[in-house]
Structures are given as C-alpha cells and as structure tokens.
C-alpha cells in the first residue's frame, strides 16, 4: 500500500474534525480567552489536538494492515506514552491543571517512552561519538524528552506556527525515514505531518482554532520519540533530529535561558519568545510564520541533504545554523528595542 494513502486519510479525517470543533456550536468546544500573554485578540477554540489525534489515529488505521512491525517493540511504548499524555494534557484543556501536576505527567510518559527502549547509549556527532554511563544516557534521555513536550506547548502560542513546525518537521522525518530504508518509520511520521496538516488549514491566520495541550504536548513528545528511535535504529542521529525542529528548539531553550538568568518564574505565561517579539513589533501573524515556514523547510533540507554527507560538511551546515540564529536574534532585539525607543521630536 502506498504511503499517501494512508497520509490521504489522516489529513481529512483530521481537516473534518478540526472544521466541526472549530464551530462554536460544537458540544466539545472550549474557548481560548485573550489575556495580557496572548497574541489573539478573540475567543478561539482550543480544542484541536482532537482533530490531530483523530486523523492521525484514521492514518493509521489504513495503514496497519501493511506495516512491519518486526523490530519496533519501542512503538508500543510510544503509542501508550502518547495516549496517556493526550488524555492528561486534554484534561488540562478542559479543566486546568496546576503546572506540578502537568510536570509529573510529562515525567511520567517520559519515563514510560524510555521503558520501551529509546534511552541514548552515545551521543553522535559528525565524526564523533561519545559512549555514556546508562545513568548518563538515561537521564539526558529523559530530559530531552521532557523539554520537548514542554517547549512545543511553549512555541504553540501564534497562528499557524505548530502545527506548520508539525508538517514541516515530521515530513522531513518521512523522507529520512524513506532514505534510510525504514518505511514503518517514514509512514508513522508522515501521518504526523498529514493530520498536522488537515488541521494547519483552519488554524493559519486568521485561526478558527488552536491545537491546545491535547495537540502541543503530544507532537513535542512525537517528535523527541522519534528523534530517539531513529538514533537508536540508526536512521539518523539525533543532532539531526535537533536541526530540523530547531526553529522551535532554539528559541524556547534561548528564551527560557534568559529568563532564568533575568531570575523570571519561568512557569509563569509571557510573551518573550522570539516569534511572539517579532509578531509585537507590527510583523503580525501571517508574515511571521510565513518567515518561519522559510526557516522549517530550509532546517529539514539540510538535515535531509547533510546526514549522509563526510563530517566537515556536517559540521559546516550546523555552524552556519548556529550563525543564522544568533544574527537573526539580535536583528529581533535591534527592532524591539528601535520600535520602544520613543520619537525624537526635532
């Protein structure tokens, strides 16, 4: 069975549920209330992880009959830790949970991915390998899963901007996937990419709905899986999987850096985040996640273009992000801080 198919099938089934949660009618409808940390200015529904979860469970689905599950015990792990999660963040959604709680939550599913066999032996970079403790391994493991989930419910605070992250990251995990020979993998991933996709259609600005915890929290988890399982399997390396969810990677982990240091609670809600400065500015919705999508695919491109490449060549393309990101953020703070200045009256 081909591989678009089944990817047909999640972007629909996750286009339709998201169209009918997005009606205000709709009897699971929870709204999204502007505040003084939003970006929105309207009451939206944020209930569009179940369109997510929908189609991607519709892709599935369709495509089980033709998968091979030979070598994927961690799937299950995964698939489990997914749910659980997705129920939890869901009832966040509905009913607000303490920040604690939502913690031990992600601790926990952390812990039950790892169960399944995803903990890092090494860590691989281009032309190196350091070989851990399990202790080591375990814990890096953990974390990173841990600050995945957290930092996509971070980023998932702009019109269009995590669920385009989904379609852009997960389908550039398809063709990695595909190139490395494993279709179980590149078929998982793009069924991620396809019901973020379904759903990207009414959340680009002007957004009829948002994907809430339900949606941010199991994509972050999806992504840092998957980032894993291919190290482990040796799909990929995981700095490779870093690289193509760096447009989100990088500005949380930068932000949530400063705050530390500036000593800001830091699980309080702020509009700080790169993207968010750049939308306060007058870029507005639409232009900054357009510029964003611009960053998204050319991050996948080059993951995709430089795995198999000699490691100077690896090396070269993560420098040259490395660059890319700090020049942009201090061009982002230059016009923050020009657009604050106050007029100079001649």
């Known amino acids: 069975m081909s591989i678009f198919l089944p990817a047909l099938a999640a972007f629909l089934v996750s286009a339709g549920l998201s169209?009918?949660?997005?009606?205000?009618?709709?009897?699971?409808?929870?709204?999204?209330?502007?505040?003084?940390?939003?970006?929105?200015?309207?009451?939206?529904?944020?209930?569009?992880?179940?369109g997510i979860l929908g189609g991607l469970a519709a892709g599935a689905a369709v495509a089980y009959p033709s998968l091979s599950l030979s070598g994927v015990e961690p799937l299950a792990a995964i698939i489990f830790g997914a749910i659980v999660l997705a129920t939890g963040s869901s009832l966040d959604d509905y009913f607000g949970l303490s920040p604690l709680y939502r913690l031990v939550?992600?601790?926990?599913?952390?812990?039950?991915?790892?169960?399944?066999?995803?903990?890092?032996?090494?860590?691989?970079?281009?032309?190196?390998?350091?070989?851990?403790?399990?202790?080591?391994?375990?814990?890096?493991?953990?974390?990173?899963?841990?600050?995945?989930?957290?930092?996509?419910?971070?980023?998932?605070?702009?019109?269009?901007?995590?669920?385009?992250?989904?379609?852009?990251?997960?389908?550039?995990?398809?063709?990695?996937?595909?190139v490395a020979g494993d279709m179980t993998f590149a078929t998982i991933s793009m069924l991620l990419a396809a019901a973020a996709g379904g759903f990207l259609v009414f959340n680009f600005p002007p957004a009829r709905i948002f994907m809430g915890d339900s949606g941010s929290s199991t994509l972050g988890l999806m992504a840092a899986s998957l980032g894993l399982w291919a190290d482990r399997?040796?799909?990929?390396?995981?700095?490779?999987?870093?690289?193509?969810?760096?447009?989100?990677?990088?500005?949380?982990?930068?932000?949530?850096?400063?705050?530390?240091?500036?000593?800001?609670?830091?699980?309080?809600?702020?509009?700080?985040h790169y993207y968010q400065r750049v939308v306060e500015i007058g870029w507005g919705h639409r232009r900054t996640v357009l510029w964003e999508y611009v960053a998204m695919l050319g991050a996948g491109v080059s993951a995709v273009a430089v795995v198999g490449a000699s490691p100077p060549a690896q090396w070269a393309i993560l420098v040259l992000w490395g660059a890319a990101y700090v020049i942009v953020a201090r061009l982002v703070t230059r016009l923050q801080e020009q657009e604050t200045q106050p007029t100079q009256v001649q």
């Open 19 to 50: 169209l009918l949660l997005a009606r205000s009618r709709s009897r699971f409808n929870v709204l999204d209330h502007p505040n003084e940390r939003s970006l929105h200015t309207r009451p939206v529904p944020r209930t569009g992880g179940l």
């Open 105 to 178: 939550m992600h601790f926990a599913v952390a812990g039950l991915v790892l169960y399944g066999g995803l903990s890092l032996c090494c860590m691989v970079m281009p032309g190196i390998a350091w070989i851990w403790p399990k202790a080591i391994g375990l814990l890096f493991s953990l974390l990173f899963v841990v600050w995945m989930i957290n930092l996509y419910n971070f980023m998932d605070g702009m019109d269009g901007f995590a669920g385009g992250m989904a379609v852009f990251g997960f389908g550039a995990y398809a063709v990695l996937g595909w």
């Open 233 to 272: 399997k040796g799909l990929f390396p995981l700095w490779a999987a870093v690289l193509v969810f760096s447009p989100f990677i990088v500005d949380a982990t930068v932000t949530l850096a400063g705050r530390i240091v500036r000593g800001e609670r830091v699980w309080v809600a702020h509009k700080t």
